[in-house]
């Protein structure tokens, strides 16, 4: 049996604001706009997380993060 640990990310593209919150770790705030973003979602994928769904509306861009224990 699979079991999961779960993230998130968060980007307002026009603040270009991007936060982070992961299991067993303080949120994380971050400036930036698509290269930003790119680098935050890549070293994320490089510790094992993988994107389990994304959501948008307007300005917002929501990720969840999932990676196998």
Same mark, same amino acid.
């Given at each position: 049996? *699979? /079991?999961? !640990? *779960?993230?998130?990310?968060?980007?307002?593209?026009? %603040? #270009?604001?991007? /936060?982070?919150n992961m299991p067993g770790s +303080? #949120? /994380?705030? *971050?400036? @930036?706009?698509?290269? !930003?973003?790119?680098?935050? %979602?890549? !070293? %994320?994928? +490089? =510790? @094992?997380?993988?994107?389990?769904?994304?959501?948008?509306?307007?300005n917002w861009l929501f990720w969840? %993060?999932? /990676? =196998?224990r």
């Amino acid at each position: 049996m *699979f /079991r999961y !640990e *779960f993230g998130v990310v968060e980007w307002l593209w026009d %603040l #270009e604001a991007i /936060r982070v919150n992961m299991p067993g770790s +303080g #949120e /994380r705030k *971050f400036s @930036g706009s698509y290269d !930003e973003v790119v680098a935050v %979602l890549s !070293e %994320l994928g +490089g =510790q @094992g997380w993988d994107v389990a769904t994304c959501a948008a509306n307007g300005n917002w861009l929501f990720w969840t %993060l999932r /990676r =196998q224990r």
